[in-house]
């Protein structure tokens, strides 16, 4: 069974190395702020004993003062899981970096979120709708939509 | 006598070529049509019917569906297809890949405004005479994603319908029923454009 690890163990380990970053932990989650999501990302990712080499999933979530998007990461070799999460709070122009670059799984699922939240990812290779089609109006799972 | 011998290649060449040579001889004549009798029969009568009569009943005892099943009614469709409510009984066991072959649409499921220009097209690529059989509640009216945002509330905004069959989703005893509606619809048309 994959081991989910606590959130405020990892910010401790992260709070070392990119002070400052970590908005909020939980046994469950591990919220970052959005302009260091990246780089922690990639430090997730790449830092022995973590290794989160595989993106299970991305998701959002709209609280209405802000956007959510939900990173659900797998070492496939530690067999352990983490949920990575950050905030923007901009409702106009929503944006956060991309993960592309780390995950190539990443791709379509940004795609998504873009279509039916209007969350940009930037830096992402093929920024476009996905699901609806061009010349929709509005993002369907926003909850001021209708 | 050893195995070796029984069994070797050469044995068995010899033993087809035997079996080749005997059937041969046995084939000389043509086997006589059990039904030869027919054609004098056949002469001696004269059977009447209207161009209209014969060419509906052309039309309706083979409809060959055209495949466009975008969501999960087609589970029903391919159970009255399967072997237990056999659609083949009346002459529809293919299910045409090819719209050019097809004249009959079953629409099997949610129709997305994604996927409706996709509809039209495989409905304008088959060849008239045709039909639609609207199945099941999202095919009629959207059924339950009727005010959604990407769902198109029934087939008929994109393509006529002929017939509808209720159903979230309809019984294959619903289809054929709705099928054999349809050959009513199809037995009442006339080659010179009026209802008979």
């Known amino acids: 069974m994959t081991l989910a ?20 932990s939980t046994a469950d989650s591990l919220l970052v702020k959005a302009e260091s999501l990246l780089e922690i990302a990639g430090y997730l990712k790449e830092t022995p004993g973590l290794d989160f080499d595989y993106l299970t999933a991305i998701t959002a979530v709209d609280y209405i003062d802000c956007f959510e998007v ?77 | 006598m050893e195995v070796g011998e029984v069994y070797s290649s050469r044995q068995l060449d010899k033993d087809e070529g035997k079996q080749i040579n005997e059937l041969i001889a046995r084939s000389q004549k043509p086997i006589p049509d059990p039904d030869e009798w027919l054609d004098e ?3 001696r009568n004269i059977l009447l019917t209207t161009v209209d009569a014969i060419l509906d009943w052309g039309r309706r005892a083979s409809l060959w569906p055209a495949v466009a099943f975008p969501a999960c009614c087609a589970f029903e469709f391919i159970a009255t297809e399967a072997s237990r409510f056999d659609l083949s009984r009346f002459g529809m066991e293919f299910i045409r890949a090819s719209p050019r072959q097809a004249d009959l649409m079953i629409t099997a499921g949610t129709l997305t405004w994604k996927m409706a220009p996709q509809i039209k097209r495989i ?9 639609v059989i609207a199945m099941g509640a999202c095919a009629i009216s959207g059924g339950i994603f009727r005010s959604s945002y990407s769902v198109v509330p029934g087939y008929n905004r994109i393509i006529p319908v002929d017939v509808y069959v209720p159903g979230c989703p309809p019984r294959p005893e619903a289809l054929i029923y709705g099928i054999r509606m349809l050959y009513q619809k199809i037995d009442k048309t006339s080659l010179f454009g009026e209802d008979k």
């Not at chain 1, 690890?5 to 909020?24: D, N, R, Y």
């Not at chain 1, 797998?74 to 950050?86: F, I, Q, Y």
């Open chain 1, 5 to 24: 690890l606590s959130g405020k163990e990892i910010a401790k380990q992260i709070e070392k190395k990119f002070p400052g970053s970590v908005a909020e």
């Open chain 2, 41 to 43: 029969e056949i002469k």
């Open chain 2, 123 to 131: 409905y304008d690529q088959m060849a008239e005479p045709k039909w």
């Open chain 1, 70 to 146: 939900v990173y659900q990461l797998t070492s496939l070799e530690h067999n352990h899981s983490l949920v990575l999460k950050s905030r923007c709070y901009n409702r106009d122009n929503p944006t956060l970096p991309s993960v592309v670059s780390l995950w190539r799984g990443a791709d379509f699922q940004e795609r998504e979120i873009y279509d039916l939240f209007g969350i940009s990812f930037e830096g992402h290779p093929n920024l476009k709708r996905i699901v609806l089609w061009d010349g929709f109006q509005g993002h369907p799972l926003r909850k001021d939509f209708l």
